[in-house]
């Protein structure tokens, strides 16, 4: 069974620029979240979507924003790049929202903002 | 709301010496508990997870892991170190539904070295 999917793995984009990433969760899955990793703030929760809503959402400022498409394959989108913006992107993907499932993680979309 | 410590940002291990990796979590409601690695360039693997029932919890690669309610607690351990263990490990904790919907509250890390 395949994992979960993130398209592109690295990018350089210019500041100013927006920026879109893609995620494909595991087959049968219908919660994607993303989260942001960078080396000073750690791991931080961006937003869940479930069925093509948005259940949750994180402290992130509103250039942040992201979609869950029908097939519960969901993008995230970043405008205005900021330098501190790099980061690595994870998303993952749960069966259900219950909190005590497993919540899997893809490898992670590199933005470097220059 | 919920929070998670993890005491030490790096350990430092023989092989084949015992591995412990603390950490400590505040929520106000019956939390769920897990432990994830991450080895360089790459995404997060679950190790274990803890949600009900036994609170000793054993995980892949000869973790586990044991929930102390008492001492707001879930510390990783493992009887003897791998060089393929050295990585970073996460804590986690989350809760059930409403604004925790697919939210995983990440402690700061601890970096794994592991010497021959």
């Known amino acids: 069974k395949a994992g979960v999917t993130q398209t592109p793995r690295y990018l350089i984009k210019t500041r100013g620029q927006q920026v879109t990433l893609s995620c494909s969760p595991i087959s049968g899955h219908r919660s994607v979240s993303w989260y942001q990793q960078t080396p000073g703030q750690g791991l931080q929760f961006l937003f869940e979507?479930?069925?093509?809503?948005?259940?949750n959402k994180g402290n992130f400022p509103g250039r942040f924003s992201g979609r869950q498409f029908s097939n519960s394959r969901s993008e995230m989108n970043v405008s205005t790049l900021e330098l501190g913006d790099s980061a690595l992107y994870l998303c993952?993907?749960?069966?259900?929202?219950?909190?005590?499932?497993?919540?899997?993680f893809g490898e992670g979309s590199w933005l470097t903002v220059v | 709301a919920q929070s998670v410590t993890q005491l030490g940002s790096h350990v430092s291990v023989s092989e084949g010496a015992l591995v412990l990796l603390r950490c400590n979590y505040s929520s106000s409601v019956p939390p769920y508990l897990f432990w994830y690695v991450q080895y360089p360039n790459q995404g997060l693997q679950l190790l274990l997870k803890y949600t009900t029932g036994a609170t000793l919890v054993k995980g892949i690669n000869g973790f586990e892991a044991e929930f102390k309610k008492s001492e707001t607690s879930f510390h990783l351990t493992k009887p003897s170190a791998h060089m393929s263990d050295a990585a970073e490990y996460f804590c986690?904790?989350?809760?059930?539904?409403?604004?925790?919907?697919?939210?995983?509250?990440f402690g700061q890390g601890t970096i794994l070295t592991v010497h021959p």
């Open positions: 979507y479930f069925s093509e809503t948005q259940r």
């Open positions: 993952a993907s749960s069966l259900d929202t219950a909190g005590r499932d497993t919540i899997y």
């Open positions: 986690a904790v989350s809760n059930a539904g409403g604004t925790s919907y697919g939210k995983l509250t």
